[in-house]
């Protein structure tokens, strides 16, 4: 095995040999500038599966009120949310009152 390699063909008029071509440098792009602004309110997507009791859905239902507040006005919508639902379990575990008995007309 020998180590001779052709020379270029330096003759006038010769075809160059094929080389990749030099790649472009791409035009810098400017960086994003930073932004110390609060991003807008975007709903987080968390399915709400309902519960069958009406009053309970209506208050999870409510939660959506947040998704377009910004982030200091969730507390607001949370309380009430809570209370709401404190509100219907207490419902929940209150008894009934019993049902008013016939008034007895007692006659001889």
Do not use: C
């Not at 209506?58 to 006005?73: I, S």
């Not at 607001?76 to 008013?100: F, M």
């Amino acid at each position: 095995m020998s180590d001779w390699m052709p020379e270029p063909d330096t003759t006038p008029g010769a075809a160059p040999d094929t080389e990749a071509p030099e790649p472009v440098p791409a035009p810098e792009a400017e960086a994003p500038v930073p932004s110390h602004d609060p991003a807008p309110p975007a709903p987080l997507g968390v399915p709400r599966t309902p519960t069958g009791h009406p009053g309970v859905d209506a208050r999870l239902e409510r939660l959506t009120d947040a998704d377009h507040l910004p982030a200091d006005g969730h507390t607001e919508v949370y309380e009430d949310v809570h209370r709401g639902l404190r509100d219907e379990l207490t419902a929940l575990d209150a008894r009934p009152a019993p049902a008013p008995t016939p008034a007895h007309d007692i006659r001889s």
